[in-house]
């Protein structure tokens, strides 16, 4: 099997930055928390979004598109929100894995402005917005081992 012709994706770059993403969250010990947050994150990625190994191989733009707006999302939150500078790196390693895939002629979503917030609130919002984002990392990971394999 191999992927359609229309994704010019670096699938094995891909792969190799969606990997260190979660390095970097691996490094950043994320742990599981509860909160009522008033942020609002990506959607998830789901059936329909086409990133299951049949579907990458007939059509992976609409995965890729998924993928780039929910990487974008996740970056202007913790733009947002962060208070660590130790997400600098993962910061990096996000941009980095960005530049790698396709535009999608659809501009980003505007984030809006962060909410003047506390210190320790903005510490707890981080801590949730690492968690989800490591959740997301994982299936991103994933979608470029399989896609990198068939290359």
Not at 24 to 49: H, S, Y
Not at 98 to 121: F, N, Y
Request: aromatic share 6%; charged share 25%; glycine share 2%.
């Amino acid at each position: 099997m191999r992927l359609p012709r229309e994704s010019d994706t670096d699938w094995q770059g891909c792969k190799n930055a969606s990997q260190e993403v979660l390095k970097q969250l691996w490094k950043l010990n994320v742990g599981e928390m509860a909160i009522a947050a008033t942020i609002t994150f990506p959607e998830r990625i789901d059936c329909n979004d086409r990133c299951d190994p049949d579907s990458l191989v007939k059509n992976s733009m609409l995965c890729l598109v998924k993928i780039r707006r929910g990487l974008h999302h996740y970056q202007e939150l913790l733009r947002q929100y962060s208070t660590l500078d130790s997400t600098a790196e993962l910061q990096t390693a996000m941009r980095n894995l960005l530049q790698l895939l396709p535009k999608d002629g659809v501009s980003a979503e505007d984030s809006s402005p962060a909410e003047e917030i506390a210190i320790w609130e903005k510490t707890f919002i981080e801590q949730h917005i690492l968690q989800r984002l490591q959740l997301f990392a994982v299936l991103v990971a994933r979608v470029f081992a399989h896609c990198a394999a068939l290359k």
